[in-house]
């Protein structure tokens, strides 16, 4: 019996051999959707690799994820997360382990891009990157503004014309930028880097108009987020439209619902700002004037009542002795002349 | 003018409700205070049609 099972027996190798042939010949798993559930994550950066098991209630299977998928992957693969994944089933020969090689992969429900959005907002706001106390004031009335916008784009043209409808005094000049692609985050960083470099810039606002969130995406970029946090001049984040929220309006000092708004709540409105200032002159003068007219009616009130005609006329007289007023008896004696002033008068007596 | 004015004002009543100020005394500063009385009232009327002009330009 051993000797016949010795004879019809293959190697481990042939065995293993064999196995990743009918998997890679086998039209269902050479390219194969599964979902599961993340866990056991583990990178290794050298061979820039990440190893995982994907599992459900009842089952799992290992996973590799090898550095070209890597790179093209938007969100972070975490212990717990719930995905879809696209990939071949392979055996590793040597170890006779069968696993996912996976492709693509996305997260279940809300999809790639909105779950590297939660968690890289996570991230920086753990980092304290959104912190109110890191929010520098912008200046009040800016003369010199920077824009990074497109450079034939509609956010560029609505800032440009606000801008010359409320104080033509302010400069803005553009830096203009590729805002959506792969190469917008560098173009993106790169300017930031640019306005800095500038002497006269106080402001400055990073804009792009509406799209969608693959549209919008170069602002939810880690290193765009970064650069604006980092940047030592105020910015203003108007990305999209009113509903669009990007990671660069969390980090940014102040976040406008679009690039014309950017326009309207930093660009001063000199024609406003000039009525204002007259109107509290105005308000200042009346209220000098109806200060000073109420002292002067006071004080004129009063004098009239110390004038001293009033006093003589209530029958009162004043009485002098030698020009000197007399307010005592005892400074007169028998046989002095006296004057005494009454309100229509004046009576010569002489004291007995 | 009128800070000065009524700094004057403000002097000649405080003089009249002094004990020591004599009836002679009294009558001339009485008079001297009506005058400044009088070209204060010139001078709030003159301001006041200043600011008339002004709330009509601010309408």
């Known amino acids: 019996m051993a000797e016949i099972m010795s004879q019809n027996a293959v190697s481990v190798s042939q065995l293993n051999k064999y196995i990743k042939a009918l998997l890679d010949n086998d039209i269902l798993l050479s390219s194969i959707i599964v979902m599961g559930e993340i866990s056991n994550v583990r990178h290794y950066k050298a061979g820039n690799q990440i190893y995982f098991t994907l599992k459900d209630e009842n089952s799992q299977i ?8 890597l790179s093209r992957l938007k969100f972070e693969p975490s212990d717990g997360l719930k995905i879809v994944a696209h990939g071949r089933v392979s055996v590793y020969e040597k170890r006779g382990q069968y696993s996912i090689q996976v492709f ?12 590297a959005f939660e968690q890289l907002k996570e991230k920086l706001d753990k980092e304290g990157l959104f912190a109110p106390e890191r929010k520098t004031p912008l200046p009040q009335y800016p003369e010199h503004i920077a824009v990074i916008a497109a450079e034939h784009g509609a956010a560029i043209k609505d800032i440009v014309s606000i801008a010359k409808r409320r104080c033509p005094l302010t400069a803005v000049k553009l830096f203009p930028a590729v805002v959506q692609g792969a190469l917008a985050p560098n173009s993106i960083v790169d300017q930031l880097q640019r306005v800095q470099a500038e002497k006269d810039i106080e402001l400055v606002i990073v804009s792009r108009g509406g799209g969608s969130l693959e549209d919008l995406w170069a602002f939810n970029e880690e290193k765009v987020a970064r650069a604006i946090a980092a940047c030592c001049i105020p910015v203003v984040s108007a990305v999209g439209h ?21 326009a309207e709540l930093v660009i001063p409105d000199l024609a406003g700002l000039i009525t204002g200032y007259k109107q509290r002159m105005h308000n200042l003068i009346q209220q000098k004037y109806q200060t000073e007219a109420r002292r002067f009616e006071y004080l004129k009130s009063k004098l009239g009542l110390l004038n001293p005609a009033n006093i003589l006329e209530r029958g009162y007289s004043i009485t002098k ?6 307010k005592s008896a005892e400074l007169v004696r028998p046989g002095d002349e ?3 002033t009454l309100y229509n008068g004046k009576v010569l007596s002489v004291v007995k | 003018m009128l800070k000065e004015k009524i700094k004057q004002l403000d ?21 001297d205070g009506q005058k400044i009385v009088k070209e204060l009232e010139k001078y709030f009327q003159k301001t006041e049609q200043k600011l008339s002009k002004l709330d009509e330009e601010n309408k």
């Open chain 1, 62 to 69: 290992s996973c590799v994820l090898f550095g070209s998928t």
């Open chain 1, 104 to 115: 693509y992969m996305e997260p279940q429900g809300i999809g790639a891009l909105a779950t």
């Open chain 1, 242 to 262: 009113e509903i669009d929220f990007t990671i660069s309006d969390f980090v940014a000092d102040l976040r406008a619902a679009t690039p014309s708004a950017a």
């Open chain 1, 321 to 326: 002795v030698d020009g000197k007023v007399l």
């Open chain 1, 338 to 340: 006296i004057e005494t």
């Open chain 2, 11 to 31: 002097k000649i009543i405080a003089s009249l409700d002094s004990p020591d100020t004599d009836l002679d005394k009294a009558f001339k500063l009485h008079e």
